[in-house]
């Protein structure tokens, strides 16, 4: 496509994430709108007759492997294989904290928090495809809108209403606040790319968490 050397170097990762986004939130489109779970209309449903050892359902334990795979592998990655950018630590925490829900929460059966979390962690797969513009209001409408309202209220209220005493409340809800927390710190991000743009002072898309080569030099 006679892509410039920087940018071929960062052409599988890209093929990658946009391939399995695509297929990670096709699947999740999948089991939130068109099976019978209610996870979506009613995100408090999980915890209904919630019980220790509850058995998985094929289709949501499915969803769990495909997650679990590709954040252990995006651990590796991101440390060994993929582009280093300003965020990469922050990106190696995010990896590491939605493993841990997703593990977690099917060892305990608390299918909406890792599957939850799994799902928003994906992002969006159309980023490098749509204009930064479009991409900030999707990001919070998801991320900040959305994540909040259906995973962080069944998670920190509703949980408790259904079961008083369901194990790992803390340590659950404290992961998912870190993941908010850093959903705030990546739109700022673009908020700032926008910014930029809309005052002049940028005149080609570029990532703004890459560093530029004297930056790089310097790390």
């Known amino acids: 496509c006679k892509l410039q050397p920087k940018d071929a170097a960062k052409m599988p990762e890209s093929a990658w994430k946009l391939l399995f986004y695509t297929i990670s939130w096709s699947y999740g489109i999948y089991l939130l709108f068109f099976t019978d779970y209610p996870f979506f209309y009613d995100p408090p449903s999980v915890f209904y007759d919630w019980k220790k050892g509850m058995d998985v359902p094929t289709d949501i334990a499915v969803a769990y492997l495909l997650q679990c795979s590709f954040y252990g592998h995006s651990i590796y990655a991101t440390a060994y294989m993929d582009t280093w950018r300003k965020d990469s630590v922050v990106m190696l925490l995010h990896h590491v904290v939605a493993l841990t829900l997703i593990t977690f929460s099917y060892a305990f059966r608390g299918v ?15 980023g490098p495809l749509i204009p930064p513009c479009s991409l900030c209001p999707g990001r919070f409408w998801f991320r900040l809108y959305w994540f909040p309202l259906k995973v962080l209220y069944a998670t920190c209220y509703s949980s408790l209403q259904s079961v008083p005493n369901i194990p790992f409340y803390f340590f659950f809800n404290a992961l998912l606040l870190v993941l908010t927390l850093m959903n705030i710190y990546w739109f700022l991000y673009i908020v700032l790319f926008v910014a930029k743009v809309l005052m002049g002072q940028v005149h080609e898309v570029n990532d703004v968490r890459e560093y530029d080569v004297e930056d790089s030099k310097k790390t």
């Open 112 to 126: 909406d928090k890792g599957g939850c979390a799994g799902g928003s962690c994906s992002g969006n797969p159309w």
